[in-house]
């Protein structure tokens, strides 16, 4: 079964500090990573993937196999970061039967 | 920009109902998606669609649920007889291929009472 955590439900970070959302996850075989991201009244949009490994708005992250993370960071927070984020896993690199983690809501404090 | 559209935006129903979620996926996308968040809770998969059948469902997606592409523009997904366990935020997405970026819509927000 595949199986996304994420600690922390809340995390409130000053403006310009670094920021890391933290993910982990369980699954046997070799899945593809997501990041999510919900603006206040916003809807759900894809922040960036694993398979991409591109900075989206500032915010990277990276596949750590032995350790079954993919923690999102950001070396400078800033204000419009604050939002709902949300770690997934897919089995099969597609959108199919993506698993979430319960999110992080994250607030920049100015 | 295109977006994937959902109406209503909030349904109240009563248990044992029927009701029909709708939604338009952005016009040239093949894959469709239906997931939920109950409230409090994560984001789970029901069901996706391609070619007109289903290509993947979740445990969730039992037969009380059904979809549908019923022309061109909607994909509707049906609870046949809700339940209170029913109330969700019901997520419709959309992608050009199963492994391109999903677009989601906002959600409908299903009462059951």
């Known amino acids: 079964a595949q199986r996304v955590t994420q600690p922390e439900k809340l995390l409130s970070v000053f403006k310009g500090a670094p920021v890391e959302l933290k993910c982990n996850y369980s699954y046997s075989g070799s899945p593809e990573l997501f990041w999510y991201v919900q603006y206040s009244r916003q809807r759900l949009q894809l922040l960036l993937r694993h398979i991409s490994r591109e900075s989206i708005k500032g915010f990277t992250a990276d596949l750590n196999k032995g350790e079954t993370s993919f923690h999102l960071k950001k070396p400078f927070a800033q204000e419009e970061d604050s939002a709902m984020y949300y770690c997934?896993?897919?089995?099969?690199?597609?959108?199919?039967?993506?698993?979430f983690g319960t999110g992080t809501r994250l607030t920049i404090i100015p | 920009e295109p977006e994937v559209t959902q109406t209503p935006s909030h349904q109240v129903t009563q248990m044992g109902q029927e009701v029909i979620l709708r939604c338009v996926p952005i016009?040239?996308?093949?894959?469709f998606y239906w997931y939920r968040q109950i409230l409090g809770q994560k984001v789970e998969f029901l069901v996706s669609?391609?070619?007109?059948?289903?290509?993947?469902k979740s445990e969730i997606f039992d037969d009380q649920f059904s979809v549908e592409r019923p022309d061109g523009s909607n994909f509707t997904l049906k609870i046949r007889s809700t339940k209170l366990e029913d109330s969700a935020m019901y997520f419709c997405?959309?992608?050009?291929?199963?492994?391109?970026?999903?677009?989601f819509g906002q959600g409908t927000r299903l009462t059951v009472v």
């Open positions: 997405a959309s992608s050009e291929q199963v492994n391109t970026e999903a677009f």
């Open positions: 669609f391609y070619n007109n059948e289903i290509s993947e």
């Open positions: 997934a896993l897919s089995p099969n690199f597609g959108n199919e039967k993506l698993t």
């Open positions: 016009s040239n996308h093949l894959y």
